[in-house]
């Protein structure tokens, strides 16, 4: 579905990232994995296309997706993104919130897909209620939600379980699984929490300042191995 090729990122006059080479197929959980400032959210907003990359090939299900390609285009094409913070609008209502992700589909397929509110219910409760009035975690549930409305063949969730509490980490998990069992989605998964991680994994890649130090599927990546790539 998605794969990469040499890709390197520049802040200014700063190398972020230095020939990202890696894959994320369907079906499967690509976990991005790696110490705070070694570059997997800068790589995520390369792939979305929320800072251009400087150099390098990026192919999304057989298309190539140029460097100058704007955010937008890359959603139409397919990529959905749930970046760390969540984003939502906080002055809109929730059903204004996953309205938003209309502008990425035709006028004829804009309605809300039962299925946002059978993997998070609080959400058909809640549809009349601000954005900002939500908690942290069902905040997190709308915004991946929302990333569902254009049906993405690829998911970028950046730290879905920041801050929130336990009982929606673990319902995410399960949301995620669900979408992988479908087989028809590639997730890139960024993620502190290493057992969510490792435990939801597929294959993991590994970053040490901005280069790929690992890139493997789960059955070549033992637990000490990664973690010990991964620690401070």
């Not at 809300?112 to 908690?135: A, C, H, K, M, Y």
């Not at 995620?176 to 994994?201: H, K, P």
Request: one cysteine or more; hydrophobic letters at 40%.
């Amino acid at each position: 579905m998605l794969s990469l090729s040499n890709l390197s990122l520049h802040y200014g006059h700063s190398q972020i990232l230095h020939d990202i080479s890696m894959e994320a197929r369907p079906g499967a959980v690509t976990c991005l994995m790696g110490t705070n400032g070694v570059g997997k959210t800068s790589l995520l907003k390369a792939i979305s296309g929320t800072h251009p990359r400087s150099g390098g090939a990026m192919v999304l299900d057989g298309r190539d997706i140029a460097p100058n390609t704007p955010a937008h285009a890359r959603a139409r094409a397919g990529i959905g993104y749930v970046p760390q913070g969540r984003d939502i609008f906080p002055l809109m209502t929730v059903r204004e919130n996953l309205m938003t992700g209309f502008a990425c589909i035709p006028k004829s397929e804009w309605t809300i897909p039962e299925e946002v509110f059978t993997l998070f219910p609080i959400l058909r409760d809640f549809l009349n209620r601000r954005g900002g009035d939500l908690s942290g975690g069902q905040q997190q549930q709308l915004a991946i939600a929302r990333a569902m409305i254009a049906q993405p063949k690829l998911l970028l969730l950046d730290e879905p379980t920041e801050g929130i509490q336990p009982n929606i980490i673990k319902q995410i998990g399960e949301v995620i699984r669900y979408l992988r069992s479908r087989g028809d989605m590639a997730i890139i998964l960024v993620e502190q929490f290493f057992d969510f991680a490792f435990e939801l994994g597929d294959h993991f890649v590994a970053l040490e300042r901005g280069r790929v130090i690992h890139d493997a599927p789960r059955a070549d990546t033992p637990r000490e191995l990664l973690l010990g790539k991964v620690s401070v």
